[in-house]
């Protein structure tokens, strides 16, 4: 599934070209399926890295981009996800000293939200191929699902993996994804083994590094009951 997440860690990964980047993904459900959900990517632990590359034309042969193609991307997407029927008070932000970034809006229901992330995935998209469309959320009465697959040829096995540069592994390893999902009510099971509740029992965290999900050893995927 070419969901969010995807594009953005790809985006990370080759514009960049740095480790320790966090995203994070944050939904907070109401009962009756409206709702919030904020993206976050905080490359924060590499500001002196990403400063010095903010000077340079290329990086490892990576055009570095310009702070007003950035903010033209940024306003692309906003516009996008505006567009779409259902989803309200689409706000963006961008810190350039802490490189923080943050994609925020309202939702009428699920079914918006899924159009929503379709339609900032076909911003995001850069391939020849238009975007696929799939659902990332699902939400009915009691259950709440996260849905997850990988795009083709995305998954490596351990020997692939073992054969990419060490720079690759190293930002595969050293960059975060995290999922927060919170609720109006406790909340009963979840079937992701890499989850936690929380102590109020209305909010499930999941974390990983991308090399695990890169190698199938994790996975964002998540029924959530209760």
């Known amino acids: 599934m070419k969901n969010l997440i995807q594009p953005i860690i790809i985006l990370c990964f080759s514009l960049f ?18 709702g919030d959900v ?33 903010e033209g991307e940024i306003a692309k997407v906003k516009k996008a996800l505006s567009a779409v029927k259902g989803i309200s008070n689409v706000s963006t ?9 943050t994609i925020s809006s309202s939702f009428n229901d699920v079914k918006s939200l899924n159009k929503g992330i379709n339609a900032v995935v076909s911003e995001l998209n850069r ?11 699902a939400y009915s009465q009691g259950k709440f699902t996260r849905f997850f697959e990988y795009m083709p040829n995305w998954r490596l096995n351990d ?33 992701n083994k890499k989850a936690e509740l929380s102590p109020s029992k209305k909010a499930v965290k999941f974390e ?17 009951t209760f």
């Open 127 to 137: 391939t020849p191929m238009p975007a696929m469309k799939k659902d990332n959320f």
């Open 17 to 34: 070209f740095v480790g320790c980047f966090e995203v994070t993904e944050e939904v907070d459900m109401n009962t009756n399926g409206s």
């Open 208 to 224: 990983t590094n991308i090399a695990d999900l890169i190698k199938g050893q994790a996975s964002i995927e998540n029924e959530i």
């Open 93 to 101: 932000t961008a810190d350039y000293e802490e490189f923080v970034f």
């Open 38 to 70: 904020t993206l976050t990517v905080n490359l924060s632990e590499s500001k002196d890295n990403l400063k010095a590359y903010w000077k340079m034309d290329q990086v490892q042969g990576v055009e570095v981009p310009k702070k007003d193609e950035i």
């Open 159 to 191: 020997e692939e993996y073992d054969n990419l540069n060490i720079s690759a592994r190293f930002v595969m390893e050293t960059a975060r994804v995290v999922g927060i999902y919170r609720f109006e009510e406790p909340v009963k099971s979840y079937t």
